[in-house]
């Protein structure tokens, strides 16, 4: 067993050390953070234009004072929730690379489809209650976005790279 350890062709590496050592899992661990730091936190509020109790924006809900809960921005919190166990999807299915460039592909579709349905929200029914006043965690889905595009490409760099080295041989 006189074989050094850093001599250990690539191939050989298995399990989630082999996974966590490619950057792509870094950036789909980091977009599923974001995207949960999202579900929980408020993405705005609304100042009443007369008299009135503010109104604070969660993806599931939207609460008016302490205690009236209104569930009509549910598709907000479904198009983020579908995102997570893709995400986790993803990042297990390391060895499959192509499986893993079409789910970050549909990561990004959703999160570009969260942003549709939350700018049709704005102007239509939040506007109307009425002055809305955007919050940090707005922005996380974005980021999100920007995670899964940079994952994505790592994930095609490395399927290239196979098919160059494939081909040499």
């Given amino acids: 067993r006189g074989e050094c350890l850093l001599a250990r062709p690539r191939e050989r590496q298995r399990g989630i050390r082999g996974m966590i050592q490619r950057i792509q899992t870094v950036y789909l661990l980091l977009a599923l953070l974001a995207t949960v730091i999202c579900l929980c936190l ?15 924006v969660f993806n599931l809900f939207v609460m008016v004072g302490q205690g009236t809960v209104n569930f009509s921005v549910w598709p907000l919190f479904a198009l983020l929730l579908v995102t997570c166990p893709l995400t986790i999807a993803a990042t297990m299915a390391y ?24 700018a049709f929200m704005v102007l239509n029914d939040f506007q109307q209650m009425g002055t809305y006043h955007v919050a940090f965690a707005v922005c996380l889905p974005f980021v999100a976005i920007v995670l899964y595009a940079l994952a994505r490409r790592g994930i095609m760099k490395d399927e290239e790279l196979i098919r160059s080295s ?4």
């Fill in 166 to 169: 494939e081909r040499i041989r």
């Fill in 42 to 56: 408020p993405i705005g509020s609304i100042a009443p234009k007369g008299m009135g109790v503010d109104v604070e």
């Fill in 95 to 118: 060895k499959k690379r192509r499986l893993q460039a079409k789910l970050c592909y549909w990561n990004i579709v959703f999160c570009l489809a969260w942003y549709a349905y939350y």
